[in-house]
């Protein structure tokens, strides 16, 4: 669907039909199913097409990182980063007002404030200090969030005190006496997570009472065979009664699993087999509340006080702050209510809404966070947006191991940051992002990586032909000459690869994207190779000088179409180049860009663009995280 808005979109400005574009377009209409419940029917054609639909904006969400301390790398490609390329490919596409990307950190529940307890530090405090950290590290490897919020926020308390009332006063909410686990070596009721005991379903002696990391099966304390605290490891816990409030999740199975197997066609198997494993094992109301400090209180209005005194459980606030953050970002603006059009039906009718998570986040953005939406949205004036495509991650493992937070085993943002600058990272881990299956990070692949696509093709042929065109030229754009059939051949291998890259970058298939980029860049390199003007300039200057043209502009759409995934590298060579980056939009039409820098406009040589690893430093690296 979105496909062919962009094409709608950009049809002012181009003929992109000669330029052989298709911006995904085929395999948007091929799978074009109407995902979103909430809206008024989808407009189908009568052969069962979408008719063009001048859909213009794109929300995207990252799963919001826990707030407790730097995260890996496994993380960091397991959410954040692709979000944080898909939004700026769309960006490039849309433009900017039209595209709105979100993150977080996730700060309530009881991890937080046993880390707190343990630095020493009130957890507010603790989680003001970390999320700054965070949104540093985010910033330095070029996240570029609308907004990076945090789940703490007013903005957030308010948004999910609105939702729980919706609940409470359509009858999806019920309070209900439970048994909870109580540690008297702890002194203290346990939450889920910190009751600790072996998994009935796969066996697995570490799972956790909120989830297997496992088997990814939601579990309840009292199904750990064995359980035990894990902050004490006492097994001196007992189970007390205490009320807390459930969601009626059981009530909205049918309802999601028509929602899901609508989107089947678009949504990877990975998000889909998860969301059918969990709804076939049937879904069981869930309780929403804790007996903690640190949350979202509960409002007296609710249950006429009857959970005074308790918080929302982090995992009903933490979804709702994509809707915090959106509003923490329109308050900052001095726009209170311009997030209002990214999230509220109808105002929110052109909005493409797409999340990005680990398979771990599936679950709750499967059933959890959707139940929460459908639910409050029954009789609303403004129901909310629910998602529309969700893109699930595996894991990056390292080393052949997991990467391990607790172990300091493998690279954190900031450590890699320490040895290379953030590009080098970000291309790595996309071009070998988990998608299909778990990836395996290790320090000679990635090293071969850097190497090979960064320094050996990309920056040897910008480098190349800048070098060679100061020398030769002036360090000036030269005149003489004109195309012919080396550069139409160029125009048309770019324009086929250009158009496979946006299909794949429109389905978010990051590895194949990287892949065509680097045919990109291939190409560029091999025009320059073949045409030689090094050699050229000593018989035919005219051609020398046709070559080099073509190269430099060859370097200016190639650093536009890398900028979603190196987008430093890409403004060192726009730089470079004395061009500006912002302004450009998408665009197939290779032969018009391989024209649009004339003739006369000064450049300059840029420093090496990026430096190889040594074998020196893969082994010390490999001795400093641990692997082997
Ligand atoms: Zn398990």
């Given at each position: 669907?979105?496909?062919?808005?962009?094409?709608?979109?950009?049809?002012?400005?181009?003929?992109?039909?000669?330029?052989?574009?298709?911006?995904?377009?085929a395999?948007?209409?091929?799978?074009?199913?109407?995902?979103?419940?909430v809206?008024?029917p989808?407009r189908?054609a009568?052969?069962?097409?979408?008719?063009?639909?001048?859909?213009?904006?794109?929300?995207?969400?990252?799963?919001?990182?826990?707030?407790?301390?730097?995260?890996?790398?496994?993380n960091?490609?397991?959410?954040?980063?692709?979000?944080?390329?898909?939004?700026?490919?769309?960006?490039?596409?849309?433009?900017?007002?039209?595209?709105?990307?979100?993150?977080?950190t996730?700060?309530?529940?009881?991890?937080?404030?046993?880390?707190?307890?343990?630095?020493?530090?009130?957890?507010?405090?603790?989680?003001?200090?970390?999320?700054?950290?965070?949104?540093r590290?985010?910033?330095?490897?070029h996240?570029?969030?609308?907004?990076f919020g945090?789940?703490?926020?007013?903005?957030?308390?308010?948004?999910?005190?609105e939702?729980?009332?919706?609940?409470?006063k359509?009858?999806?909410?019920?309070?209900r006496?439970?048994?909870?686990?109580?540690?008297?070596?702890?002194?203290?009721?346990?939450?889920?997570?910190?009751?600790?005991?072996?998994?009935?379903?796969?066996?697995?002696?570490?799972?956790?009472?909120?989830?297997?990391?496992?088997c990814?099966?939601?579990?309840?304390?009292?199904?750990?065979?064995?359980?035990?605290?894990?902050?004490?490891?006492?097994?001196?816990?007992?189970?007390?009664?205490?009320?807390?409030?459930?969601?009626?999740?059981?009530?909205f199975?049918?309802?999601?699993?028509?929602?899901?197997?609508s989107?089947e066609?678009?949504?990877?198997?990975?998000?889909?087999?998860?969301?059918?494993k969990?709804?076939?094992?049937?879904?069981?109301?869930?309780?929403?509340?804790?007996d903690?400090?640190?949350g979202?209180?509960?409002?007296?209005?609710?249950?006429?006080?009857?959970?005074?005194?308790?918080v929302?459980?982090?995992?009903?606030?933490?979804?709702?702050e994509?809707?915090?953050?959106t509003?923490?970002?329109?308050?900052?603006?001095?726009?209170?209510?311009?997030?209002?059009?990214?999230?509220?039906?109808?105002?929110?009718?052109?909005?493409?809404?797409?999340?990005?998570?680990?398979?771990?986040?599936?679950?709750?953005?499967?059933?959890?966070?959707?139940?929460?939406?459908?639910?409050?949205?029954?009789?609303?004036?403004?129901?909310w947006?629910?998602v529309d495509?969700?893109?699930?991650?595996?894991?990056?493992?390292?080393?052949?191991?997991?990467?391990?937070?607790?172990?300091?085993?493998?690279?954190?943002?900031d450590?890699?940051?320490?040895?290379?600058?953030?590009?080098?990272?970000?291309?790595y881990?996309?071009?070998?992002?988990?998608?299909?299956?778990?990836a395996?990070?290790?320090?000679?692949?990635?090293?071969?990586?850097?190497?090979?696509?960064?320094?050996?093709v990309?920056?040897?042929?910008?480098?190349?032909?800048?070098?060679?065109?100061?020398?030769?030229?002036?360090?000036?754009?030269?005149?003489e000459?004109?195309?012919?059939?080396?550069?139409?051949?160029?125009?048309?291998?770019?324009?086929?690869?250009?158009?496979?890259?946006?299909?794949?970058?429109?389905?978010?298939?990051f590895?194949?994207?990287?892949?065509?980029?680097?045919?990109?860049?291939?190409?560029?390199?091999?025009?320059?190779?073949?045409?030689?003007?090094?050699?050229?300039?000593?018989?035919?200057?005219?051609?020398?000088?046709?070559?080099?043209?073509?190269?430099?502009?060859?370097?200016?759409?190639?650093?536009?179409?890398?900028?979603?995934?190196?987008?430093?590298?890409?403004h060192?060579?726009?730089?470079?180049?004395?061009?500006?980056?912002?302004?450009?939009?998408?665009t197939?039409?290779?032969?018009?860009?391989?024209?649009?820098?004339?003739?006369?406009?000064?450049f300059?040589?840029?420093?090496?663009?990026?430096?190889?690893?040594?074998?020196?430093?893969?082994?010390?690296?490999?001795?400093?995280?641990g692997?082997?």
């Open positions: 669907m979105w496909g062919l808005a962009a094409r709608h979109d950009l049809h002012r400005d181009q003929d992109i039909a000669r330029a052989g574009m298709r911006f995904g377009g395999r948007g209409l091929e799978k074009g199913g109407c995902s979103d419940m809206r008024a989808c189908v009568p052969g069962g097409n979408h008719q063009i639909r001048p859909m213009t904006r794109v929300l995207i969400t990252s799963a919001l990182p826990y707030v407790n301390g730097v995260k890996h790398l496994g960091l490609v397991g959410s954040m980063l692709p979000a944080d390329v898909f939004a700026r490919y769309q960006r490039l596409k849309l433009g900017a007002d039209n595209v709105l990307a979100i993150c977080a996730d700060e309530h529940g009881a991890p937080a404030e046993i880390a707190a307890l343990e630095e020493g530090l009130p957890v507010a405090e603790y989680c003001a200090k970390w999320h700054e950290v965070q949104k590290l985010g910033e330095s490897f996240l570029s969030f609308d907004n945090r789940s703490s926020s007013p903005q957030n308390r308010e948004l999910t005190q939702f729980a009332r919706a609940l409470w359509n009858g999806f909410l019920e309070v006496t439970t048994r909870q686990v109580y540690s008297h070596a702890d002194k203290r009721f346990l939450q889920d997570r910190f009751v600790i005991g072996t998994c009935p379903h796969c066996g697995y002696d570490r799972a956790r009472g909120d989830q297997c990391e496992n990814t099966r939601v579990l309840d304390p009292t199904d750990l065979k064995s359980p035990r605290s894990a902050l004490s490891g006492s097994p001196d816990i007992e189970v007390r009664d205490t009320q807390h409030l459930f969601l009626k999740q059981s009530e199975s049918d309802r999601l699993r028509a929602w899901i197997s989107n066609a678009r949504w990877s198997p990975l998000v889909t087999s998860i969301a059918f969990w709804l076939d094992e049937g879904l069981r109301d869930r309780g929403i509340t804790r903690l400090e640190w979202v209180p509960v409002p007296d209005d609710i249950a006429d006080g009857a959970l005074k005194g308790k929302f459980y982090v995992w009903f606030d933490a979804p709702i994509y809707i915090g953050a509003r923490e970002w329109a308050d900052a603006r001095g726009t209170p209510d311009a997030w209002v059009r990214w999230w509220r039906m109808p105002e929110a009718g052109d909005v493409t809404y797409f999340q990005f998570m680990g398979k771990d986040n599936v679950p709750f953005h499967t059933v959890g966070f959707p139940v929460t939406v459908l639910g409050a949205n029954e009789g609303a004036a403004h129901p947006k629910l495509v969700i893109k699930g991650f595996n894991w990056l493992n390292y080393d052949g191991g997991k990467f391990s937070t607790s172990q300091k085993r493998g690279v954190f943002m450590q890699a940051l320490e040895l290379l600058p953030a590009d080098q990272w970000r291309w881990l996309m071009a070998n992002a988990p998608e299909g299956s778990d395996n990070f290790t320090w000679e692949h990635f090293a071969g990586t850097v190497n090979k696509d960064l320094a050996d990309l920056g040897n042929f910008v480098n190349r032909i800048l070098k060679f065109a100061t020398a030769r030229f002036e360090g000036k754009v030269p005149e000459g004109a195309p012919g059939a080396a550069e139409e051949e160029l125009e048309a291998r770019l324009a086929a690869l250009i158009a496979s890259y946006t299909d794949n970058l429109e389905a978010m298939h590895r194949k994207a990287c892949a065509d980029l680097r045919a990109i860049w291939v190409a560029g390199n091999e025009y320059v190779t073949v045409a030689a003007p090094w050699t050229l300039i000593k018989t035919d200057r005219a051609a020398a000088a046709t070559a080099v043209r073509t190269g430099i502009n060859l370097i200016r759409l190639i650093a536009h179409l890398s900028s979603p995934f190196i987008p430093s590298m890409s060192a060579m726009l730089a470079a180049l004395r061009v500006s980056d912002s302004h450009w939009r998408w197939g039409d290779a032969a018009a860009e391989l024209r649009h820098i004339r003739p006369g406009h000064v300059d040589v840029p420093p090496v663009l990026v430096r190889k690893i040594e074998d020196a430093e893969i082994a010390a690296w490999q001795e400093r995280f692997g082997s």
